[in-house]
């Protein structure tokens, strides 16, 4: 009996110091993979792109909201897309979990639940930032081909419509490619660049990327050729729209179409520069997604791919503040609001009354002043009326009229003005409410 004590006596220590040793082997790992030099900058670098992701889109998503100005189609856009950015933001921290993963034990740490989470949410909000792309690019392509009738072809429900269709779509694409990326020994670190088939990963990177990238560069591709058919008459007629003739319709016409395209032009350059840090920052994880199937890659690569999905949400909302005048101004106006708001709530708020009102800070009663308006306005019409009366029957006599006489007159009229209504006195006013 003593011995069956001892033995599961030996038997609870050891399981109670269990815990406690993979505790202390998991701080030791976690140590020593923060201490790795690539790990503690990819960190780093995913930190300060969270930070940025978020704050970035949600100051584009406020902007657009508060100006009224902005709520027209393209706009709509972009916030869709913003909103997809924005959500990438809070996805960041599962990939600082990846990253400290494969260093310290060369497997996803947090579970398959939040594997497949991850997996959802990146293919999900990666299709609706590449669909509102599209979308976007699409919108600008009808403004500059049809400007005159962008207003019909592009309204409010149509834009609903498009959003709707975007984010549904995505959605669907994210649960397929769920369903097929399931958690296996082959995929261990939770990367999408592995445990697919080929037969998987061919459809998936062709209906995702390549699909998306070349509309995006057919429409681009079309505009830029509109854009130079129509650079020599922009250059020579910049002719707006009030300044047109109305006897030529052909001509307004003309010139109205080539202004519009030179405004929208402006806005697509922005929408340009968004696609190519598209298929700069994402063209480096579909391509290590079809090499895996044939080479052996090396361990950092999924690092650089995964820290490149991230860049591109970043980037969006600092291009569209560099490079669209009119969220860039609205912005600034915001910010600037809401300086003036904060410093003005910070100023001492005094309840003191002043003993004494000089006669500047005397606040005339509406009805007071309204009736001395009225007054006024009828001594000056007399004056008015009477002075060309005065003038004829001066040179129906031939006799000038000085200025000497001009001024005599004027001051008989003022005299007797005055002794008509007396003077306004402060008591009388502080006395007497409106």
Known sequence: MRDIGSLKMM?????????????????????????????????????????????????VIRTVYVTPKLHCPAFYFVISLAVADFMVGFL?????????????TGKWMAGEIACDVWTFANIWFVCASLLNL???????????????????????????????IVWSLSLLMAVIYTVE???????????????????????????????????????NGRVIQI????????????????????????????????????????????FVIVIGTFVLCWSPFFLLTLLNHFVELPSKLPHVAVILFYVKSGLNPMIYGTHNKELRTAAADSLNRRRRIESNSSEPETNDLPTELP?????????????YVETTANDLRDVNEAIPRTNTALREMNIPMSN???????????????????????????AKPS
């Open 11 to 59: 038997a609870d220590n050891s399981s109670d110091s269990t815990p406690n040793l993979t505790t202390l082997n998991t701080d030791k790992n976690l140590k020593e993979a923060l201490s790795n030099p690539v790990v503690a900058i990819t960190s780093t670098l995913l930190l300060i792109l969270m930070v940025l992701i978020i704050l970035g889109n949600l100051m």
């Open 92 to 104: 960041v921290p599962l990939s600082l979990v990846y990253n400290i993963s494969s260093e310290m």
């Open 134 to 164: 599209c979308v976007v690019s699409w919108d600008r392509y009808i403004a500059v081909t049809s400007p005159l009738t962008y207003k019909f072809v592009m309204h409010g429900k149509k834009i609903k419509v498009f959003i709707v």
């Open 181 to 219: 990326f399931k958690l296996s020994e082959e995929r261990r670190l939770c990367v999408a660049t592995s445990g697919l088939t080929l037969e998987q990963t061919v459809p998936s990177v062709i209906i995702i990327y390549v699909i998306p990238t070349l509309f995006l560069l057919f429409v």
């Open 227 to 270: 854009a130079r058919k129509h650079r020599r008459h922009i250059q020579i007629q910049e002719i707006t729209v009030s300044n047109l003739s109305v006897s030529n319709p052909h001509e307004a016409n003309r010139n109205m179409r080539l202004s519009a395209i030179v405004n929208e032009l402006k806005t697509f350059k922005t």
């Open 359 to 371: 006669e500047s800070d005397v606040i005339i009663p509406n009805k007071l002043r309204e009736n």
């Open 404 to 430: 000497e006489l001009r001024e005599n007159d004027l001051k008989s009229v003022n005299d007797a003005e005055s002794r008509r209504r007396p003077p306004l006195q402060i008591e009388d006013i502080l």
